[in-house]
């Protein structure tokens, strides 16, 4: 239930602690506050995944992809699985970085670039594209689980526009939250 707590939905509200963001033609971009996170880690997270945990973010989300899931009170119908990519995972990688650098935590990175130019920045070509930020947890499934349970952040995962993702965190124990989260979502032109 605490971690439940510490992924609220993205309503806009100052508590929230987790944030998405869809870059499309038709859909609205979003930019959230957030509180400091209960949490501090000391272990350092990152750079790179492993395949163990590509496999277990995956399978968490096409879990509720293929299945079909309900995001607060919206009922979505199943969509394909997507399927990991490295560049996008490159690209969350680098925002994850970036936000435990720069001891921040936002769509918008310092240079001023949101997540379609990261994903161009990656060399990925993309006709759609979005992210979910978190920070402060420790567990990787805690964050898709939280996300899940996020009305924006589920939607976001529950788009049939998107094919593939990437997903890592990155963390500091000398900044604000600790750890840092970014899943990237997109379709190759």
């Not at 870059?23 to 501090?40: G, M, R």
């Not at 590509?54 to 989300?61: P, Y």
């Not at 990688?93 to 990656?122: I, P």
Request: glycine letters at 10%; hydrophobic letters at 35%; charged letters at 20%.
């Amino acid at each position: 239930m605490a971690t439940v707590l510490l992924l609220s939905a993205c309503a806009g509200g100052y508590n929230d602690k987790a944030q998405d963001e869809v870059l499309s033609p038709s859909k609205e971009q979003e930019l959230h506050k957030t509180a400091p996170p209960v949490v501090n880690p000391s272990r350092k997270r990152g750079p790179e995944p492993s395949v163990q945990f590509k496999r277990k973010m995956l399978a968490a989300v096409n879990a509720a992809r293929v299945g079909g899931y309900t995001c607060g009170n919206r009922k979505m119908p199943p969509v394909s699985a997507v399927v990991w990519s490295e560049q996008l995972q490159q690209a969350a990688l680098a925002h994850s970085k970036s936000m435990a650098d720069g001891n921040y935590f936002n769509h918008q990175d310092k240079a001023g670039n949101r997540v379609g130019e990261r994903v161009y920045a990656v060399g990925y070509d993309w006709r759609a594209a979005g992210e979910n930020i978190a920070a402060g947890q420790l567990d990787a499934s805690d964050v898709v689980n939280g996300w899940l349970g996020s009305k924006g952040h589920c939607l976001n995962m529950m788009d049939g526009d998107y094919s593939q993702m990437g997903m890592a965190s990155y963390s500091d124990k000398n900044t604000y939250y600790g750890i840092y989260w970014t899943q990237v979502l997109a379709a190759p032109l």
